[in-house]
T-cell receptor, first 114, second 116 residues
């Protein structure tokens, strides 16, 4: 059973702080990991993806991947109230059964307090 | 260019009725996916098309659910004999179809299905 686990939150951080969102996965065949942001009542919007161990930065966002620990994280620097949303972590295998489907976690709700 | 579009945005039906949900992918995207999202949950995979064929339908919950993509573009998800448990947001996504784990999926706005 492929599982992606996230703390459902809510995670509250003050404006300007760093928000840290975490995700673990059970399927060692997972190759790539995606972070989506979902505002209430809206569809998921891609933030970034990562497939190599280490860090990947894109503006205020940094994704981190540790395949040995089966752990993915997303850091949001200088958090803004507009970052308040649910953040979904998803995994893709790329090969074998279910190669291209995304397996999602339940999401972490982030609240940035002005 | 235009993103993924889905119609209708909302659908209310009665238990036992048949419904069709439509998805129009991003132009040039050969891969198309259907997911279902219940309240408080992440999207759950239903079916994946590469071109006209269903490459992976392992997520369809039972034989009441069926999807087609006859010309390799627009797709229709069909649900027969709807049940109250089918109530959810049905999301469509498309991607370039790169046969890679990094092939990025872009989601449409979803269809909120309510079965009374």
């Amino acid at each position: 059973q492929k599982e992606v686990e996230q703390n459902s939150g809510p995670l509250s951080v003050p404006e300007g702080a760093i928000a840290s969102l975490n995700c673990t996965y059970s399927d060692r065949g997972s190759q790539s990991f995606f972070w989506y942001r979902q505002y209430s009542g809206k569809s998921p919007e891609l933030i970034m993806f990562i497939y190599s161990n280490g860090d990947k930065e894109d503006g205020r966002f940094t994704a981190q991947l540790n395949k040995a620990s089966q752990y993915v994280s997303l850091l949001i620097r200088d958090s803004q109230p507009s970052d308040s949303a649910t953040y979904l972590c998803a995994a893709s295998r790329g090969t074998g059964a279910g190669s291209y489907q995304l397996t999602f976690g339940k999401g972490t709700k982030l609240s940035v307090i002005p | 260019g235009a993103g993924v579009s889905q119609t209708p945005s909302n659908k209310v039906t009665e238990k036992g009725k048949y419904v069709e949900l439509r998805c129009d992918p991003i132009s040039g995207h050969t891969a198309l996916y259907w997911y279902r999202q219940s309240l408080g949950q992440g999207p759950e995979f239903l079916i994946y098309f590469q071109g006209t064929g269903a490459a992976d339908d392992s997520g369809l919950p039972n034989d009441r659910f069926f999807a087609v993509r006859p010309e390799g573009s627009v797709s229709t998800l069909k649900i027969q004999r709807t049940e109250r448990g089918d109530s959810a947001v049905y999301l469509c996504a498309s991607s370039l179809g790169l046969f890679s784990s990094t092939d990025t999926q872009y989601f449409g706005p979803g269809t909120r299905l309510t079965v009374l």
